[in-house]
T-cell receptor, first 110, second 112 residues
């Protein structure tokens, strides 16, 4: 079953913060985060591994709550370049499935 | 340049005419996977391959076949395409399941 992302969409002004959540119905081995611009392929942001620490990339960071089977992506002091659709991908076993959520569309306005 | 190459980028075909979408990576990656992307549904996994010996179904494998005869190539085969297979397809590869996925540029398929 695909992970559930929320919200579906968010509109921000430059400099504002946002949180995107990703929930799984199964225990998580790892969580991937990607961003996709319109008409392009998804681009890797970060991976959080079971038992690992919170990751960060510039002003984008993420957390992984194993007990709640959730991950959250934090967009801090958003920039125009943060606009796009964000996908979480979850790995719930070691057999090879990497399932993505439906995506969260982020629009950052001047 | 390290990359995942998909061909063709665009394809229009008719119902029932067999087609193959090729995918090749030059990064010596073990893991390869195919996804389809439809509005509102995100990326849904069709097939994946952990290595040349292990290939398995994803969440939406019906109507598709794959082949992993060598590490670098992972073609997607539609034996008898139908209009509900009209979609944007992405091939992706990574060193392992817990490594970053590298995506190809996508193939936009239209089946009439």
């Amino acid at each position: 079953q695909q992970p559930v992302q929320s919200p579906q969409a968010v509109i921000l002004r430059e400099g504002e913060d946002a949180v995107i959540n990703c929930s799984s119905s199964k225990a998580l081995y790892s969580v991937h985060w990607y961003r996709q611009k319109h008409g392009e392929a998804p681009i890797f942001l970060m991976i959080l591994l079971k038992g690992g620490e919170q990751k960060g990339h510039d002003k984008i960071s993420a957390s992984f709550n194993e007990k709640k089977q959730q991950s959250s992506l934090y967009l801090t002091a958003s920039q125009l370049s943060y606009s796009g659709t964000y996908f979480c991908g979850t790995v719930t076993d070691s057999w090879g499935k990497l399932q993505f959520g439906a995506g969260t569309q982020v629009v950052v306005t001047p | 340049e390290a990359q995942v190459t998909q061909n063709p980028r665009y394809l229009i075909t008719v119902t029932g005419k067999k087609l193959t979408v090729t995918c090749s990576q030059n990064m010596n990656h073990e893991y390869m996977s195919w996804y389809r992307q439809d509005p509102g549904l995100g990326l849904r996994q069709i097939y994946y391959s952990m290595n040349v010996e292990v290939t398995d179904k994803g969440d939406v494998p019906e109507g598709y076949k794959v082949s992993r005869k060598e590490k670098r190539n992972f073609p997607l085969i539609l034996e008898s395409p139908s209009p509900n297979q009209t979609s944007l397809y992405f091939c992706a590869s990574s060193l392992s399941l817990n490594s970053p996925l590298h995506f190809g540029n996508g193939t936009r398929l239209t089946v009439t």
